[in-house]
């Protein structure tokens, strides 16, 4: 729960990102940046008011003036939008570092964030609304310490203990070995023999400043896995995160975007032990030399030109050369018959996508530096138009 990464962005793209929800993607096209400029623009008739720490405008002015505090004084800025009489409303506030529960993806009352204690980052996120009403969401004590358990979790339904969801790496949480995903935390103290205060009943804002803490001072959990009787009781001490740690966690990140087997829709031209697929070994190898295109190319009729694609492996690579509607979908036939086929792709495949997005980014971010990692992403391209592109956003 302590620490999530996203894409960052700033200024209009931060606001189209809170408000929309765009975040998935660093890239927008042009219709989205036509709603990015909207967006930005002042509405001289605003409605605004003020209830407890939450501001609610009929424009994005006091949100663009709370993003601007918060990247300045290290807070998080946070935003909803509603359709109310016909009429687009924006509730915005400011949260102190570490006081909202960031949740994996958009559910139901969570709030778009821009966390500037933590580089820029975007989430989604569930806040207090009862402190928030009451104005005390900043704490008015001592500034919650930069010393993390390593521990991402979400309150139950009945709110009586947290769910552990995720063991950050290079975490105390994660080389404890005493910890894993699915763990029920039932009670925290603070220090090796501190009081022990039971979950059930307490805010979000409360549990999170007790999970935190300075460097080197430790916490105490009380424990209880699913299917054993009884609790367990876990000490871990807190640690400021690392720019390494940083990277492995951004790494599981990307990690998690691919599936362990080929039952995704998008299927992985590198397996999981780093190798090119052989559907892809068999793709590259296919002879594509300039001679073959231009005999194509010289052919009269699109009907012959046809033909002779039919014979050569990849001739959707030769449309350059037909120009025709017919040429294309021959060579797209073409490729896949080069690659084996999708039985043999889906065989000899191991890692697989629900989407080409997270596909190219997995790509982008594991592979790039490989020596064929050109050529490899060119085959995969033809069997899914688009993915050069893809990746090209992704590195970015």
């Given amino acids: 729960m302590e620490r999530i990464f996203a894409c960052t962005r700033l200024g209009a793209v931060v606001l189209a990102s809170a408000v929309l929800g765009a975040c998935a993607s660093s890239h927008h096209n042009t219709s989205h940046n036509a ?4 967006l930005a623009i002042q509405n001289s008739t605003a409605q605004t008011t003020v209830n407890g720490q939450v501001t609610t405008s009929t424009d994005t002015s006091a949100y663009q003036a709370q993003v601007l505090q918060a990247s300045k004084t290290g807070q998080t800025a946070c935003v909803k939008a509603e359709v109310q009489s016909g009429k687009m409303v924006y509730h915005s506030t400011l949260v102190a570092p570490g006081n909202f529960q960031v949740q994996s993806q958009h559910g139901e009352g969570a709030w778009r964030c821009v966390d500037y ?4 980052q975007h989430v989604w996120a569930q806040l207090d609304s009862t402190a ?6 900043t704490p008015t004590g001592e500034p919650l310490g930069k010393g993390l358990l390593g521990i991402r979790w979400l309150q139950t339904e009945d709110k009586h203990f947290l769910r552990i969801t995720e063991l950050l790496p290079l975490s105390a949480a994660q080389e404890s070995g005493q910890l894993q995903a699915g763990d029920l935390i039932v009670a925290i103290g603070e220090d090796k023999n501190g009081e022990m205060t039971a979950i059930s009943g307490r805010s979000v804002n409360d549990l999170v400043a007790s999970m935190r803490g300075e460097p080197g001072t430790f916490a105490r959990l009380s424990i209880m896995s699913p299917g054993n009787a009884g609790t367990r009781e876990v000490v871990l001490e807190r640690r400021e995160q690392t720019a390494e740690q940083q990277a492995a966690i951004q790494q599981q990140k990307i990690d998690a975007l691919a599936l362990k087997n080929n039952s995704g829709k998008y299927l992985s031209p590198y397996t999981s032990d780093g190798v ?7 793709a590259i ?3 594509m030399g300039k001679a073959t295109g231009s005999a194509v190319g010289g052919v009269a009729g699109a009907y012959a030109a046809n033909k002779v694609l039919e014979n050569v492996p990849f001739g959707g690579m030769l449309g350059g050369f037909l120009g025709s509607k017919a040429g294309k979908a021959v060579g797209g036939n073409t490729a896949l018959e080069a690659s084996g086929g999708w039985d043999f792709i889906r065989n000899s495949s191991d890692i697989s996508f629900n989407s080409m997005s997270d596909m190219a980014q997995w790509l982008a971010t594991t592979h790039s530096t490989k020596s064929n990692f050109v050529d490899v992403i060119k ?10 592109t893809a990746v090209a956003n992704s590195a970015r």
């Fill in 35 to 38: 709603l990015v400029q909207g």
């Fill in 285 to 287: 190898n296919v002879s």
């Fill in 379 to 388: 085959a995969a391209d033809k069997i899914y138009p688009g993915l050069q």
């Fill in 117 to 120: 204690s933590n580089n820029g």
């Fill in 132 to 137: 928030l009403a009451a104005g005390d969401q």
């Fill in 276 to 282: 090119t697929a052989e559907w892809v070994n068999k």
